[in-house]
Nanobody, 115 residues
Framework: VQLQASGGGLVQAGGSLRLSCAGT????????IGWYRQATGESREKVAL???????DVVDSVKGRFTVSRDNVKNMVYLQMNNLKPEDTAKYYC??????????WGYGTQVTVSS
């Protein structure tokens, strides 16, 4: 399976970005899928995940600002990020997981928020 993330960039604080992740080689339909991020010098942390039923799990630091969504027909997952803060600066990674198949990762896309 391959995951290709896009949509990162440089934005001022308070701005918005939308990340997209396209999957090939495996359908997302039965997998938990979403986003992690890793800032320089920090550990990778979960940002937001969505289950096959569409329920979401979002880390407290981005609740109310970030929204994760999925399109099982297009095999895509999205992360809408609003009211971005400098502390959101990180490389964002698309992630998928299935109990039988295992976990899989895409290459990251850099998000930089200037103050």
């Amino acid at each position: 399976v391959q995951l290709q993330a896009s949509g990162g960039g440089l934005v001022q604080a308070g701005g918005s970005l939308r990340l997209s992740c396209a999957g090939t080689g495996r359908t997302f339909r039965v997998d938990d899928i979403g986003w992690y991020r890793q800032a320089t010098g920090e550990s990778r942390e979960k940002v937001a995940l969505t289950s096959p039923s569409g329920s979401t799990d979002v880390v407290d630091s981005v609740k109310g600002r970030f929204t994760v969504s999925r399109d099982n027909v297009k095999n895509m997952v999205y992360l809408q990020m609003n009211n971005l803060k400098p502390e959101d600066t990180a490389k964002y990674y698309c992630y998928g997981d299935n109990a039988g198949y295992g976990s899989y990762w895409g290459y990251g896309t850099q998000v930089t928020v200037s103050s």
